[in-house]
């Protein structure tokens, strides 16, 4: 069993509840979401980002390596009523595009650290996306390895420079990349971190 696993029955606190929703909003500020929309959410862990935003599109994939994650995502959407949306076990890069591909949106939330080869999952991003298809991917911003406890697994990247993170964009492909500062979290002790929303299309052609 992962860590994420065993945390994935108490993951929906209040604080995450209200972080996910907050950075929802940033994401319809910054990506004109549409109603037809088929959108994908890359690590989504219980589905706190993509759920929220299901209102402004068509319809959700939340998609994790968990497997825990994503029986309370499916309990959460069987619970309430969900419609248009559905949660399987996923990792990108490593999978082929899940069923429902091509997306028209792929968003994230504090996921791209935890994958090795940031490229390679941007690529694996850009090929599950429609011509013209959007990513808001929200991580952290640069930081010194206080993030995470020493000992932490699965963490390969303390934070992202946001102009790096854009030359990795575009080498995989995305046109009209940026990042922005965000939110920020906010640590036991008051150490503050600050969050990035990378934003980027597919081309058209």
């Known amino acids: 069993m992962s860590e ?11 604080e995450r509840r209200e972080r996910a ?4 909003d940033t994401i319809r500020a910054h990506i004109p979401l549409t109603a037809d929309m088929r959108a994908i959410d890359i690590g989504a862990g219980t ?21 825990g994650m994503i029986e309370v995502a499916r309990t ?12 399987i076990v996923f990792d990108f ?11 028209d949106l792929a968003v994230s939330l504090l996921v791209l650290h935890h994958v090795q080869d940031t490229v390679a999952t941007l690529r694996s991003i850009h090929r599950a996306l429609v011509p013209g298809g959007w990513i808001g991917l929200i991580d952290l911003d640069k930081e010194d390895g206080t993030f995470h406890d020493p000992d932490q697994p699965g ?17 995989a492909g995305f046109v009209d990349a940026e990042t922005r500062i965000v939110h920020e979290l906010e640590k036991e002790g008051g150490r503050r971190y600050p969050l990035f929303l990378l934003t980027a299309r597919k081309t058209e052609h």
Not at 47 to 53: A, F, I, R, T
């Open 4 to 14: 994420f696993d065993e945390k994935a029955a108490e993951w929906d606190t209040p």
């Open 21 to 24: 929703h907050q950075l929802a």
């Open 47 to 67: 589905g706190l980002l993509g759920l929220d935003l299901l209102a402004d599109v068509g319809s959700v994939v939340l998609t994790d390596p968990s497997e």
């Open 76 to 87: 959460k959407i069987e619970a309430e009523g969900v419609v248009d949306a559905t949660a």
């Open 93 to 103: 890069p490593s999978d082929d595009p899940p069923a429902g591909a091509p997306f």
């Open 155 to 171: 963490i390969h990247h303390h934070g992202f420079d946001g102009d790096s993170l854009v030359e990795a964009a575009a080498e």
